[in-house]
């Protein structure tokens, strides 16, 4: 009875043995599918990222201006993490987008700061609507719309005032290709240190926003020059402000803009800027400067044309408080914000 006892008791304790051994290989095997699980998800997270990266790319190379497309893609999904602006009474905010930053008559373009070619711009030919008072070097010569009338009724005045009609507009809008041939040409006959003083990198000059025009002057010999302020010439120079234009390239800026003084290098900005730009004695640089001293719930920048009093001011980022009551301009600065004109009387 002892012997079968003690025999009962070791058959126990090896079945309690033998089932302790499968419960530990039970064990392992769920700790190591355990582990597997943990893996297969690290993974699965780790490629996710790799998406995320790949649309972000998409949207920067959908903009124009890579450097500002990070700000584009915030301000789209994250509205509300726009920096608050003060709303004076009387006005209201318009919200805009980045894209709009780089447009307008305003828009500052200089070897710092690239055009951002919006795909929806207009072009006039002036060869189609130039009359006799001026003359047109190609039909190809094309300005922006809302530079096109201005341009035209400036020409035909300044025949008026001087009764000399061999002006000639020599060039307006460049595309980024024509100013790619101009650089290569320049640095092909001059070299690169030539082609970098004189002409402007393909993306960097005025003309490809279709708001500056070249002038010259027909000689009688049949040759052309380009245009300079002398004689009664200079009419053009002291009065192009009153048209919405100003001389861009100053002799005296030249330290400032890095561009030698060009007589004839014409650009575009509507008249209420380009008269406070005439009045300050400024050039482009300097005014976009100037002007953020000037905000919506701060004092504004008056100025007095021949079409009324305006009142000027900036407004930094891409919220825009406007007035509701008045009618206004409003024209991006490529570089931060915007600058809205008011007419007020
Ligand atoms: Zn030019």
Known sequence: MTYMTRREY?????????????LCVLLFVLIVS???GILIS???????????QSSYSLLEDSSSHSSVSPVFADSISEPSSAPSVTVPDGYELLQLSEEEM????????NKSYEYAFPTD?????????????????GTDVQVDQIAAQPLNTMLTSFYEHSGISNLLILCGYRSKEESQELFDASVREDGLEH????????????HHSALAVDLGVLLDDGGVDYYSATGDYAWLTQNCHKYGFIVRYPDEKASITQIDYESWHFRYLGIPNATAIYNESLCLEEYMDFIKHYTADGQHYTVSTADGQYEIYYALGTQVPVPAQQSYEISGNNVDGFIVTVKVS
Request: hydrophobic letters at 35%; charged letters at 30%.
């Open 42 to 52: 690290r993974l699965s997270d780790h490629s996710s990222p790799d998406q995320t």
């Open 121 to 137: 711009q207009t072009l006039v030919s002036m060869y189609e609507l130039s009359g006799s008072a001026y003359d047109v070097s």
């Open 102 to 109: 780089h447009k307008g008559s305003l828009i500052l373009i």
């Open 10 to 22: 070791l058959r126990r304790k090896r079945k309690r043995r033998r089932m302790i051994f499968y």
């Open 34 to 36: 355990l582990l597997l």
């Open 195 to 206: 082609a970098e003083r004189y002409i402007m990198r393909p993306g960097y000059s005025e």
